[in-house]
């Protein structure tokens, strides 16, 4: 089975803070995917990986940025977390359009 | 960029109803559909998928799919539902070489008993 980890499931951060989301894939997946989710607005893409060093801007990529130095590994960074960054954040990995996902996790910005 | 639509955000039934949840893709060119589910509490997983061939695809949990080209729609159902079937259902279509997914805002549904 695959599996997606992720570092934390629930984090609560100050506004101003610098904060890292990790996620781990275990299939040797070439992509690798950060979302969001919140009530009522889906999944939206913030950044997408498609090898390492490789990245792409998603759909709302503004206040964050991301780095794949490994290929199992994806990482989200919010340079300066506001309180609009408070969200469900959802790591996923994919082999032929089929994408994986990992556990989730809720951040709170305060 | 693709845009997928589902429709009734919210659906409350009750267990034996059946269900049907709509879905809704702006551009063709793509044949690899697929629903994916979340439970309450529980990480999003694949519910059902379709790539090619027969276009009523069948998943998990007795859950099946219709791709209708011509309508650009795969809709979901389920002739009888459980009160194990409450999550939130979304639909999500490939686009940019089917490298990414656009999920649409997910149908929130709830089986009373």
């Known amino acids: 089975d695959v599996k997606v980890t992720q570092s934390s499931r629930y984090l609560v951060k100050r506004t101003g803070e610098k904060v890292f989301l990790e996620c781990v894939q275990d299939?040797?997946?070439?992509?690798m995917f950060w979302y969001r989710q919140d009530p009522g607005l889906g999944l939206r893409l913030i950044y997408f990986s498609y090898d390492v060093k490789m990245k792409e801007k998603g759909d709302i990529p503004e206040g964050y940025s991301v780095s794949r130095e490994k290929k199992e590994r994806f990482s989200l960074i919010l340079e300066s977390a506001s309180t609009n960054q408070t969200s469900m954040y959802l790591c996923?990995?994919?082999?032929?359009?089929?994408?994986?996902f990992g556990p989730g996790t809720r951040l709170t910005v305060t | 960029a693709q845009s997928v639509s589902q429709h009734n955000h919210h659906v409350i039934l009750s267990e034996a109803a059946s269900l049907e949840l709509g879905c809704n893709y702006s551009?063709?060119?793509?044949?690899?559909l697929f629903w994916y589910v979340q439970y309450p509490g529980q990480h999003l997983q694949l519910l059902l998928k379709?790539?090619?061939?027969?276009?009523l695809v069948k998943g998990i949990k007795g859950f099946e799919a219709e791709f209708i080209k011509s309508k650009f729609s795969f809709n979901l159902r389920k002739p009888s539902v459980q009160w194990s079937d409450t999550a939130e259902y979304f639909c999500?279509?490939?686009?940019?070489?089917?490298?990414?997914?656009?999920f649409g805002k997910g149908n929130q549904v709830v089986v009373i008993p």
């Open positions: 996923a990995s994919s082999s032929q359009g089929e994408q994986y």
């Open positions: 299939m040797d997946h070439e992509n």
């Open positions: 999500a279509v490939p686009y940019y070489g089917n490298n990414r997914l656009a």
């Open positions: 379709y790539f090619s061939g027969d276009p």
């Open positions: 551009y063709g060119g793509t044949v690899n």
